[in-house]
């Protein structure tokens, strides 16, 4: 395995100048054309790097998508790695957030969420390609949604998690220590929508029913939803409603993200949310939503991988620590469907969805050799 980190490591710089094409490229979530853009050169990247079969998978409100395979030596289920490359960042934000490498830091947008990882699972396989080639053969998803719910990829990602052995997902790492990933909550996504009865808020404010009132009445009985003993959150992180100062709210609505750490929490919780009922007898309250993403729980199979990929950064001197979080990924999928899977195999760094966004130049190689070695192992 020391073969590997022997080939990576001096090879730093061409990563990082893959990883500056990567980023300089934007790919916010909603920019179809964008996302379309950089699908087609991610697809010709994994072509000159020879993978032997490249498709698009074309989404028509969406971007695309993109599936690559390598076959290995044996007929054995493959091992399914993910990656997105949509991100956060809207159109522009290279111009204030502009690639960069200071003292070994690595910023610009989507560095570390997560096409840092994304580029360690190319040059991973580019170094198995060089010692001795593939024994299982690999599937690599790279999509175009995760970060507004993967609501076109979803099917597509199960569909190949199906037929895995294993799932590796390239999400950044998680902490200082660059720990993998063994658990994750589950994620909810809610509306609620409140209408009320809009009135001159001084020549007749008691004629009207303000939504704004019962919306923010709901908020605090969302709230009061969070259990942190059981690791359940809720959250409203929007709120829109009204029209003017002097007028009662007609309309309010919010947006509202749930974290569960396991299945039956989740549904405790949807329940709840569902169940909530106006305060004041003439609003009428409307909730949708529901459960996006299955939590990923510990499994055994799991734990098997993590051991693995713990003994064998060990043999290369590359310390592997795990962790869960509250962040959900598209692993959450495959978990459910009962495959072993790893995550935060991705970059070492920090700031995801933030000014501070940064990975560690000298951990690229590290990561995608413990990678290399973690896909020779299975």
Not at 274 to 303: C, D, F, K, W, Y
Request: proline content about 5%.
């Amino acid at each position: 395995m020391t073969d590997l980190l022997t080939y990576l490591v001096p090879r730093e710089q061409a990563m990082l100048a893959d990883l500056e094409a990567f980023v300089t490229r934007e790919t916010p979530s909603t920019e179809k054309p964008l996302l379309d853009a950089f699908a087609a050169y991610l697809a010709e990247y994994a072509a000159a790097i020879g993978a032997p079969e490249v498709e698009l998978v074309p989404v028509a409100d969406h971007g695309d998508h993109l599936r690559i395979r390598w076959n290995g030596s044996s007929a054995e289920a493959p091992v399914l790695m993910l990656a997105h490359y949509d991100t956060v960042w809207p159109t522009g934000t290279l111009a204030t957030m502009p690639f960069s490498i200071v003292d070994g830091v690595i910023r610009g947008p989507g560095v570390f969420d997560m096409k840092g990882g994304m580029l360690q699972g190319f040059w991973a396989v580019r170094a198995l390609l060089e010692h001795g080639g593939l024994r299982r053969p690999v599937v690599y998803l790279c999509t175009s949604d995760e970060e507004i719910g993967s609501k076109t990829s979803r099917a597509l990602i199960e569909r190949e998690a199906h037929d895995a052995a294993a799932v590796l997902v390239l999400e950044p790492s998680s902490g200082a220590g660059g720990a993998l990933v063994t658990a994750r909550k589950g994620v909810g996504m809610f509306h609620v929508e409140v209408d009320g009865r809009a009135a001159h808020a001084g020549r007749d404010p008691f004629a009207g029913v303000s939504a704004i009132d019962e919306i923010a009445r709901l908020t605090l009985d969302l709230h009061a939803l969070t259990d942190a003993a059981a690791g359940t959150t809720v959250n409203v992180g929007v709120i829109q409603g009204g029209t003017r100062s002097n007028v009662i709210a007609a309309h309010a609505e919010a947006r509202v993200d749930v974290r569960a750490a396991d299945p039956a929490s989740m549904e405790q919780v949807t329940r709840d949310i569902l169940a909530l009922r106006p305060h004041q007898p003439e609003g009428r309250v409307r909730i949708s939503g529901g459960a996006n993403r299955p939590p990923m729980e510990r499994a055994a199979g799991t734990a098997l991988l993590y051991d693995t990929a713990a003994r064998l950064g060990a043999a290369m001197g590359v310390n592997v620590e795990e962790t869960s979080t509250g962040g959900g990924s598209d692993g959450n999928f495959c978990a459910a469907l009962g495959r072993p899977v790893l995550d935060g195999m991705g970059a070492v760094g920090g700031g995801a969805h933030a000014l501070t966004e940064h990975a560690l130049a000298s951990e690229m190689p590290r990561r995608a050799a413990l990678l290399a070695a973690l896909l020779a192992s299975l």
